[in-house]
C-alpha cells in the first residue's frame, strides 16, 4: 500500500532530551516535507527536501533539523526540546511537478 | 508565510444540504488544492486546480478558481455527516516552490 509512515505516533519526552521523529514513503517520491499543526495557525511548514541531500527551510525551522540521505526517509530531529515544540507534526511527500501531496498519520509530541 | 486564507472558519450544515468553503490567496499561483483533515488525523488531497482552469468536479466535490480575484471555492454537494472535518486549500507558485496551507474551514454536518 502506498503510504507515508512516522513513527512514533504519540511521544512524551522531557525539555532537552534529543529525539528524532522517523518519516518514509514507498512512492518513490521526490519531494517531502514536515509540518507542524497547532490550533488556530494552521499547518505551518518546518522543512522540506526536493531531493535526495537537497533541503530547505520552511516557515519555522528554528529547533529543527533534516536530512535526505534516501529518497525514502526524511527524518526530523529536535536536538534539544522545548516546550513551545508541543505540537501535532505531519510529514507528507508528493511527486515532483504533481504537488498532490500523501500525509502521514501524525506524531503527536508532548514536551514536558 | 501563509498563502491561503479560508472563510469561514467554521460552518455548520444539516445533512443534505450543500457546503461552501472560500479560500483567497495573496500572490501568483501555480495550482491551488484543497485537503480535508478528520481530526487530529493526516490530511487527504481531494482535488488539485491548476492556474489555467477555471472549474474542476470531482464525485461531490466541485472547486472553481478565479485567479482575477485570487480566490477559490470548494462546493460540496448534498453532504453527509462522514464530510464532518476540516478543509483546507493549499497553493504552491510553480517551480520548486513548497506547497503553503490556509488555516482552514472547520465543517459540521448534523444528521
Known amino acids: 500500500e502506498a503510504q507515508v509512515t512516522q513513527n512514533p505516533r504519540y511521544l512524551i519526552t522531557v525539555t532537552g532530551k534529543k529525539l528524532t521523529v522517523t518519516c518514509s514513503q514507498n512512492?518513490?517520491?521526490?519531494?517531502m516535507s514536515w509540518y507542524r499543526q497547532d490550533p488556530g495557525l494552521g499547518l505551518r511548514q518546518i522543512y522540506y527536501?526536493?531531493?535526495?541531500?537537497?533541503?530547505d527551510k520552511g516557515d519555522v525551522p528554528e529547533g529543527y533539523k533534516v536530512s535526505r540521505k534516501e529518497k525514502r526517509n526524511f527524518p526530523l530531529i529536535l536536538e534539544s526540546p522545548s516546550p513551545n515544540q508541543t505540537s501535532l507534526y505531519f510529514c507528507?511527500?508528493?511527486?515532483?511537478?504533481?504537488?498532490?501531496?500523501?500525509f502521514g498519520s501524525g506524531t503527536r509530541l508532548t514536551v514536558v | 508565510s501563509q498563502q491561503g486564507e479560508e472563510d469561514p472558519q467554521a460552518l455548520s450544515i444539516q445533512e443534505g444540504e450543500n457546503a461552501t468553503m472560500n479560500c483567497s490567496y495573496k500572490?501568483?499561483?501555480?495550482?491551488l488544492q484543497w485537503y480535508r483533515q478528520n481530526s487530529g488525523r493526516g490530511l487527504v488531497h481531494l482535488i488539485l486546480?491548476?492556474?489555467?482552469?477555471r472549474e474542476k468536479h470531482s464525485g461531490r466535490l466541485r472547486v472553481t478558481l478565479d485567479t482575477s480575484k485570487k480566490s477559490s471555492s470548494l462546493l460540496i454537494t448534498a453532504s453527509r455527516a462522514a464530510d464532518t472535518a476540516s478543509y483546507f486549500c493549499?497553493?504552491?507558485?510553480?517551480?520548486?516552490?513548497?506547497?503553503?496551507f490556509g488555516k482552514g474551514t472547520r465543517l459540521s454536518v448534523i444528521a
Open positions: 493549499a497553493t504552491d507558485e510553480g517551480g520548486n516552490t513548497p506547497l503553503v
Open positions: 486546480i491548476r492556474s489555467n482552469e
Open positions: 507528507a511527500s508528493s511527486l515532483a511537478g504533481v504537488k498532490g501531496y500523501t
Open positions: 527536501s526536493m531531493n535526495v541531500e537537497v533541503t
Open positions: 512512492m518513490n517520491h521526490e519531494y
Open positions: 500572490t501568483s499561483i501555480n495550482n
